[in-house]
Structures are given as C-alpha cells and as structure tokens.
C-alpha cells in the first residue's frame, strides 16, 4: 500500500526534527528585545494542518511564543482591508530592501521618503498608523480580534512582558517612528502608532495558531471548513507576494531558490508557511541565523520542500 503525503511526513517528520534542531547551537536567540533572550535556544516545533484538518505536530509544539514580525502579514491585510490599496501603497513601498529589517538607511537615501515594503520595522509601523480606530486600545482590539478569527482561537493574547520589555527599549524603532512623521508617513501620535505596533508584535501563539492562519491564506482567504471569505482574495495575493518578496527578510531570496514557499519569520523564532491550497504550517526555533530567521526552522522547511517538491518555481 502507498502512502499518502501526509503520512510520509509524519514518518519522517521526526528524525528531520531532530536533525534540523543540531543547528540550534550555532545560531543566538534575540536579546534586543531583553525579554525574549529567555527563549529557550534548543527548541523546534512544527504543527502542519491539510485542507481536510488533518494535523501533524512534531517537537516543542507547545512552546508559546510572540508572532513579533510575523503579525505584519495581518496588519499589513486589515490595513488594505480598512482603507484599499491605493491608499496603502501611497505610504509604503513594494520592493526588498536588501537591508536588515531594522534598517532606516534608505528611508533618507531614497525618494519618496516611506518604507520600501510593509514587512521591514519602518514599513510595518507606517502600516500600525492606518488600521482603522479611534484610539490605540481599539486598533489594537481589532488586531487582535482578526487574529483571533483567522487563527480559530479566541483565547488569543499578549504576552505582556514581551509587550513591555519592547515598549521600554526600543530606541531605534522609536527613531525610526519620528523621522517618519517627519516624512509625513505617518498621522497622529507617533507613541500611539507605537503602542498598536509593539501589541501586535507581542501577541503570543503556538505552532498550531500559525498553521491555522497560514491555512486560510494556503485558501485565498476561505475558512477552510466553512467556505466563508474572511479576507478579499486579491490582498491574500498581495500578502503572498510580500511573503516571498520580502518575508524572510534580505534571507528572502535565499529563501525562495531553497524553499520556495511564502513565509513570514519573526525574531521570536516563529515562521508562518504555507503550500497554497494544501497545507498551513507553523513553527518555532528561538535560535536565530544572522538574518534574524530560525535557524533550525529554515533548515527543517527546506527539507521538507525538497522531499516534498513543494517549492512554487
Ligand atoms: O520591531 C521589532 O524589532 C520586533 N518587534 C519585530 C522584528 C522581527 O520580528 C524581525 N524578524 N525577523
């Protein structure tokens, strides 16, 4: 008898988590954020779900982490959601910066003054400024609560003291923050834009939330069980594109002639993935390769991939 695809992967999903979770020891775990230096480095998961909800989860699945980068994704989706494509794309840029994704270089050196994409720290915080509320506290609600829906969870929250230890450091996306408004990018308080930003960063999940999401963007915006469209299916594409383009950081080229698959890391070690109409995935390894991406995660998918033949190109 053959087997089907998902039970080879879940024969062969935990020797390649062992394997992949060797390369925990050469990379570091984020300690700018001085919370999330507690992450623990050895650590892998991976929680994959198919159209049917078959699931899989192999390792440290029960681990909770913050989306940190991750939740751009989303905000970057409700902000076209809230206000169209023209209006979002008048303050943030389509294109790789080839930069870190702290990096505010180009900000000054090129112009228009905004952000080169939605998914770099700058980009990210100018899109912060356009969900749509009357305050801090209900954009941030509104963040939380699209999340919520997507993920099938409504227990979804932050985690608090990852919120703080941001909120009380973060000296260059401050900066960054302020030369924006300068640029006219962003309305309001620049503190307020802030506040919505580090929230949604600081959202904390598991592997299995990440791989619901990615499910509903693997199905063009369709709940998956239901068939109801939670997001228009022109700004999952958008979302996509930036998640191969840009998701990964200036790993994401790399990323694409080695995976090929959309994806969105965060410094927390979380990754969000996807085989469009197939799969969601989602997964942890707080240590972290130079570019910021889970070191052991980056190696785990792109074993997959390989075996798999998943990459799109
Ligand atoms: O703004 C920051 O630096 C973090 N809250 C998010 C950065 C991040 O996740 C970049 N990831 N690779």
Not at 24 to 43: M, W
Not at 102 to 108: A, G, P, R, T, W
Request: proline letters at 4%; charged letters at 20%.
């Amino acid at each position: 008898m053959t087997l089907s695809e998902i039970e080879r992967i879940q024969a062969l999903l935990p020797q390649w988590v062992e394997s992949s979770r060797e390369q925990c020891s050469i990379g570091k775990v984020a300690s700018y954020i001085p919370e999330l230096s507690k992450s623990p480095i050895g650590a892998l998961g991976i929680h994959l779900i198919d159209s049917n909800g078959l699931s899989i989860s192999e390792g440290d699945t029960d681990l909770s982490f913050t989306m940190q980068s991750i939740s751009k994704v989303f905000t970057l989706i409700l902000a076209l959601m809230d206000n169209g494509e023209d209006v979002v794309f008048d303050k943030v840029g389509m294109e790789p910066t080839g930069d870190n994704f702290n990096s505010m270089l180009k900000l000054e050196l090129v112009q228009p003054g905004i952000p080169f994409n939605p998914l770099i720290n700058a980009g990210a915080i100018a899109i912060s400024s356009l969900i749509a509320g009357k305050d801090p506290a209900e954009k941030s609600a509104r963040v939380l609560d699209f999340l919520r829906l997507l993920s099938n969870n409504s227990s979804l929250d932050y985690d608090m003291d990852v919120y703080r230890s941001e909120a009380d450091t973060a000296n260059l996306n401050r900066s960054m923050a302020y030369f924006l408004k300068d640029n006219g990018v962003l309305q309001g308080s620049v503190e307020d834009v802030l506040e919505v930003y580090f929230r949604h960063c600081s959202i904390s999940v598991t592997c299995a939330d990440l791989a619901q999401m990615a499910l509903v963007l693997a199905h063009n915006g369709k709940n998956p069980t239901t068939g109801e469209q939670l997001i228009p299916r022109r700004f999952v594409q958008i979302a996509k594109t930036f998640m191969i383009t840009c998701g990964m950081y200036n790993a994401s080229g790399e990323f694409a002639i080695h995976v090929g698959l959309p994806a969105k890391s965060g410094v927390s070690g979380g990754i969000l993935s996807l085989v469009p109409g197939r799969y969601g995935i989602g997964l942890v390894g707080p240590s972290l390769n130079r570019k910021g991406n889970s070191i052991a995660g980056v190696a785990l998918l792109e074993s997959l991939s390989r075996e798999f033949e998943w990459s799109l190109f």
